[in-house]
């Protein structure tokens, strides 16, 4: 790899710590081409994404960056998961040390706050942004639905009620 190959690595990677809402890092050795597939898969499903790049080059573009703590991370065989979503790589990592035990999973950064190894499955752990948009529509139709409930109620009340004195009309 040239020098212009270098730093344009370098930049994309300064790009991509300065964008994530969350950094994860992993060491990766004795996954084969297959699981790292899988792994950069279920990443692209969720919203995240999957970067090997050489440590060196990483912690040059780390400089300055607010997830600066993942450098001590960085040695030996090392992946980055990352996401805008604050939840979305953590929890593909999670998910998928589960399955493979092979992916031995560091810590990382949710913006300038470090993550150890417990920090990111807490936040694996964590509803994600389309979850909590979901739970936040919930809660603002719920009022309106009892409001509809409540206005059609007394309504059906009544018919039953009428349907029921016929009834008894009709049988005496």
């Not at 344009?8 to 994530?20: N, R």
């Not at 792994?39 to 692209?44: E, F, N, V």
């Not at 090997?52 to 573009?61: E, F, G, H, S, W």
């Not at 092979?102 to 994600?128: C, F, H, W, Y």
Request: charge should be negative; include cysteine.
């Amino acid at each position: 790899m040239d020098r212009a190959q270098k730093e344009k690595v370098v930049e994309e990677l300064g790009q991509i710590f300065e964008s994530s809402g969350v950094v994860v890092v992993a060491h990766y050795e004795g996954l084969t081409v297959a699981e790292m597939q899988d792994l950069r898969g279920r990443a692209r499903d969720a919203g995240a994404s999957v970067r090997v790049a050489k440590n060196r080059l990483a912690k040059i573009a780390l400089e300055g960056r607010p997830c600066e703590s993942i450098k001590t991370y960085l040695e030996g065989m090392t992946v980055l998961t990352y996401s805008e979503d604050p939840v979305a790589a953590a929890k593909v990592v999670e998910d998928f040390a589960k399955d493979n035990s092979k992916l031995q999973i560091l810590g990382g950064a949710m913006g300038t706050d470090p993550l150890d190894r417990a920090g990111v499955e807490a936040v694996s752990k964590m509803p994600s942004r389309d979850e909590l948009i979901a739970q936040i529509a919930s809660c603002i139709g719920a009022p309106a639905s009892n409001i509809a409930g409540a206005i059609g109620a007394p309504a059906s009340n009544i018919a039953s009620i009428l349907s029921t004195i016929e009834e008894k009309a009709e049988a005496a």
